[in-house]
T-cell receptor, first 112, second 112 residues
Framework: EAGVVQSPRYKIIEKKQPVAFWCNPISGHNTLYWYLQNLGQGPELLIRYENEEAVDDSQLPKDRFSAERLKGVDSTLKIQPAELGDSAVYLC??????????FGQGTRLTVV | GIQVEQSPPDLILQEGANSTLRCNFSDSVNNLQWFHQNPWGQLINLFYIPSGTKQNGRLSATTVATERYSLLYISSSQTTDSGVYFCAVPILSGAGSYQLTFGKGTKLSVIP
């Protein structure tokens, strides 16, 4: 069974440019998470979806970050415009009914 | 809110040694996960353990939910065990949904 798939694996962009990340969760998992991980820290939740609905986006910086999960399957996370401080690893995870969560390999973003 | 604390923050082991990693949490939880983040950044699921003890090869974990801690045991450590070990527990956020919240991790280095 395929795990959580994220793309791209790496992205380097100039500040003020837009960037988007894509996540395909494990088949049948209704819960999808986006996490941000800074160097030397644990992952921090940005947004959580139950099917198509964002049930917790309290930590998503809505002035520049947006996310969507059309049809309750794949999800995209967008940053526009990117800032230097957005350099980090962006992780996607999925679970079934809030049980065990599984993570993708992450997207390492570098903003220069 | 719930705090998740891990100890020790850093650990250096000689290959073949045993170790115990600890995760304390400040409130009652209904599940807990242990992850290993390898040097390439991938979060690998080790245990999904709300309570009791589980074993998987050289690794085992015990969660005592009533006393709010979990332990991860690594026996006969190998260099491939190096990386960061995270525990994560779900907390009820202000939005009324559960957030899988991570500790800051234990960085393990196993030297030959």
């Amino acid at each position: 069974e395929a795990g959580v798939v994220q793309s791209p694996r790496y992205k380097i962009i100039e500040k003020k440019q837009p960037v988007a990340f894509w996540c395909n969760p494990i088949s049948g998992h209704n819960t999808l998470y986006w996490y941000l991980q800074n160097l030397g820290q644990g992952p921090e939740l940005l947004i959580r979806y139950e099917n198509e609905e964002a049930v917790d986006d309290s930590q998503l910086p809505k002035d520049r970050f947006s996310a969507e999960r059309l049809k309750g399957v794949d999800s995209t996370l967008k940053i526009q415009p990117a800032e230097l401080g957005d350099s980090a690893v962006y992780l996607c995870a999925s679970s079934s009914q809030n049980t065990e969560a599984f993570f993708g390999q992450g997207t390492r973003l570098t903003v220069v | 809110g719930i705090q998740v604390e891990q100890s020790p923050p850093d650990l250096i082991l000689q290959e073949g040694a045993n170790s115990t990693l600890r995760c304390n949490f400040s409130d009652s939880v209904n599940n807990l996960q242990w992850f290993h983040q390898n040097p390439w950044g991938q979060l690998i699921n080790l245990f999904y353990i709300p309570s009791g003890t589980k074993q998987n090869g050289r690794l085992s974990a015990t969660t005592v939910a009533t006393e709010r801690y979990s332990l991860l045991y690594i026996s006969s450590s190998q260099t491939t065990d190096s990386g960061v070990y995270f525990c994560a527990v779900p907390i009820l956020s202000g939005a009324g949904s559960y957030q899988l919240t991570f500790g800051k991790g234990t960085k393990l280095s196993v030297i030959p």
